[in-house]
């Protein structure tokens, strides 16, 4: 007989136990989090879905419905081979096999997801406030915070959460430096970002990487005060292990910030700007690796996705981009 004998007709019809999955959606179906700090959590995972730092009204946004289109792409199941829904508060991962690397990921890993920072209209600054004290709340829990924007706006806040350490290093892979100080009259837009993580008492060292798309004025005033900056060709015509390992120095503490937009344009249409000329996914796997072996990342952010192409193909980029990252760093500190 070729095939196995046809399933019993019973069997197709009864639902799986129990009979409704869960009405909670969460990045990779880890648990959701109701209690930061109730259980010990490797990754603290937060979507931060705020995207009034776009510029300007003729940029197209729509990067507060990013962490929402993550979640509903789950490049792998928290439980194993069981899409049925999250796991319970403080489940450890089952693991998710890389046939390309042939070995498993995050097994027995505790990863987390806290939901969203309520966001709410008209206030900046009661927003950013609110991004800073939920990433302050999970850096104290010793988890790694995880946040998925949002625009890019959001890292100046989130980095903010990270004054518990004494000095912090960043690594920026993004198109665009996102060093202008003031836009349009605002010091908190999605192209200011990295100009007001700067300005953080410690903050230290910053490398921006993946950079195609700056204005002469603003690459001078970043390499003035010691900004390394890497741009998209310098990793496509080297090794792009060997240009990490070169430009980024050793830290205790990272924090890494990135765009989306970092990744060719093709890769992903629904970022807020997508670029060409830029990086391949393989090329930003291997320095995210490599970032996550310089040191202890402590933080990163996840920014600029947008719903506009259809909520699929880009938020699964991404989807894969947290799902790579985080084995990095787990595998980095294990
Ligand atoms: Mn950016």
Known sequence: ?????????????????????????????????????????????MGVPYDAGAMTAFIRSGTSRGPDAVRAQAVFAYRGGRYDGPG??????????DVEERRV???GAHLGDVGD?????????????????????????????????????ISFPVGRGMSRYEQIDIVHFDAHPDFT????????????????LSELPFV???????????????YDEARQRGIEIVTSKDLVTGD?????????????NL???????????????????????????????????EVAGKGRVRGFDLVEMTDLDGGVGSARVAAWVLAHFISAIVEAER
């Not at 792009?240 to 830290?251: D, G």
């Not at 344009?265 to 995210?288: H, K, M, Q, S, W």
Request: charged residues 20%.
């Open 105 to 107: 990921y995050l097994e």
């Open 204 to 218: 230290r060292n910053i490398t921006m990487v993946g950079i195609r798309n700056c204005a002469k004025d603003v």
């Open 117 to 153: 920072v309520p966001i709410t209209g008209g206030d900046t600054h009661l927003n950013l406030d609110r991004i800073t004290a939920a990433a302050e709340t999970l850096a104290a829990t010793d988890a790694v915070v995880a946040a998925v924007g949002g625009d890019h706006s």
């Open 88 to 97: 319970e508060p403080g489940e450890a991962c089952a693991g998710w096999f």
């Open 255 to 289: 924090y890494v910030s990135i765009d989306s937009d970092v990744l060719d344009g093709a890769l992903v249409p629904g970022t807020t700007l997508p670029e060409p000329f830029g990086i391949d996914y393989r090329t930003l796997r291997t320095a995210l690796a």
């Open 240 to 252: 792009p292990a060997e240009v990490i390992r070169r430009t980024v120095p050793p830290s205790e």
């Open 181 to 196: 100080d003031v836009i349009g009259g605002s010091r908190y837009t999605h192209g200011s970002n990295l100009r007001r």
């Open 1 to 45: 007989m070729l095939y196995r004998e046809a399933p019993d007709p019973e069997a197709l019809v009864t639902p799986p136990t129990p009979p409704f999955l869960p009405p909670v959606r969460t990045f990779f179906q880890c648990p959701p989090v109701f209690q930061p700090g109730a259980h010990r959590l490797d990754v603290a995972l």
